[in-house]
């Protein structure tokens, strides 16, 4: 039988095992001492004030928009080249989602559109780094609207020598199974602005309240929180891992016929995603399947998509011509080697 190698897989052993026995022995499962230490974990690295863990990365997105009071009437300003999370949390507060288009070269939101798009009404930017490159932070900050940085691409990734999730008034990151520390489930909100962490704090637990308002179950369980610390930990090495498998797909595909991911001055990505542009991903896509490997669009389908908007060339062509490779700490050299052998074949006879 042939070895199939997964286009993604999280990067987990002995230490997560004992973690997680741990808090079964303790037989302390819910939200306790694991999650409050993931928080001030995550908080200090970022050099935030705080940080609330949650459930999912969606919740933290949803609790970021309720943090800053964002609700009907409002709107917020989002890239269409991304997950349906972002559309979801935007319509969770009631405001009007509007899309901006990205940039050719690294997906990630493009400020010159999003300054069109800014008038009065506008509240916050939601901004991914996408595939873990960091988007321009500069000339989105310079925008003059509270950002919300959206980091469950990109925890470890760097500007400067600052985080992503360092620069907004709210970042929030996911941990789901296969991002770049993975949980299971789970999701993490860190902001220096104290009225929006008291606001996502009270909203994400519906017990022990003093009042009656509508809140949410959106609690992160110390199972999960004790995983999130030992990746937490490990996140410098495993993103030193996906950069020495991103520098030998560049060695490897230099003189191929794809456009390879541009890492812009100054910053260095996490490498969630190895995503590269080719005529036809498709065809290659489906050739390399037969050959147990597993390359996919890195994008279901962009936003403007689904809404049936159109005047977003940027988001349409990355959606014709992106194929994302394995990519992740555990992928091995032999894994790898048939990868390379198999994609440069393949492009070879595409022509
Ligand atoms: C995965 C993802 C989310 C949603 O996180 P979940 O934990 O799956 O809810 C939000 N934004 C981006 C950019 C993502 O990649």
Redesign the pocket.
């Known amino acids: 039988m042939m070895k199939i190698i997964q286009h993604s897989r999280p990067t987990v052993g002995k230490e997560e095992m004992s973690a997680v026995q741990r808090v079964v022995k303790s037989a302390y499962l819910s939200m306790g001492q694991e999650v409050a230490s993931l928080e001030k974990e995550m908080a200090s690295r970022l050099k935030m004030k705080g940080a609330a863990a949650v459930s ?3 919740a933290a ?1 949803h609790l970021a928009l309720a943090g800053l009071k964002i609700g009907p009437g409002d709107e917020v300003i989002l890239p269409t080249y ?2 349906t ?2 559309l979801n949390a935007v319509h969770y507060v009631g405001a009007k989602p509007v899309l901006a288009d990205v940039r050719l070269a690294d997906g990630n939101i493009d400020p010159r559109d999003v300054a069109q798009r800014i008038n009065p009404r506008t509240r916050a930017i939601i901004v ?1 780094h996408m595939f873990g490159f960091p988007a321009d932070i500069k000339a989105l900050l310079e925008l003059g609207v509270p950002l919300i940085e ?1 980091c ?2 990109s925890a470890g990734a760097l500007i400067g020598k600052k985080p992503v999730g360092s620069f907004g008034r709210v970042s929030v990151f ?3 199974a296969t ?1 770049m520390m993975a949980c299971g ?1 789970g ?1 993490m909100l860190a902001s220096s602005d104290e009225a929006v962490l008291a606001e996502a704090r009270t909203l994400l637990e519906y017990d022990h309240q003093p009042e009656y308002r509508v809140r949410f179950n959106y609690k992160m369980t110390d199972l999960q929180a004790s995983l999130g610390r030992v990746q937490l930990k490990r996140l410098p090495s495993m993103v030193k891992a996906r950069q020495k498998i991103a520098a030998a797909y560049c060695k490897a595909l230099g003189r191929a016929p794809v456009e390879l991911p541009a890492v812009p001055k100054g910053v260095t990505p996490s490498f969630y995603r190895f995503v590269i542009r080719v005529k036809d991903p498709a065809a290659v896509i489906a050739a390399m399947k037969k050959q147990g490997i597993m390359a996919e669009r890195p994008l279901f389908k962009p936003l403007h998509d689904y809404l049936g908007l159109s005047g977003y060339p940027s988001a349409d062509r990355l959606k014709q011509e992106s194929v994302s490779l394995p990519i992740y700490p555990s992928l091995s050299r032999q894994e790898f080697e048939k990868i390379k052998k198999s994609l440069l074949g393949v492009l070879d006879k595409l022509g």
């Open positions: 999912s990365g969606t997105l991304v997950c999370a972002l991914p959206d469950a691409q996911s941990f789901y991002k489930e999701g």
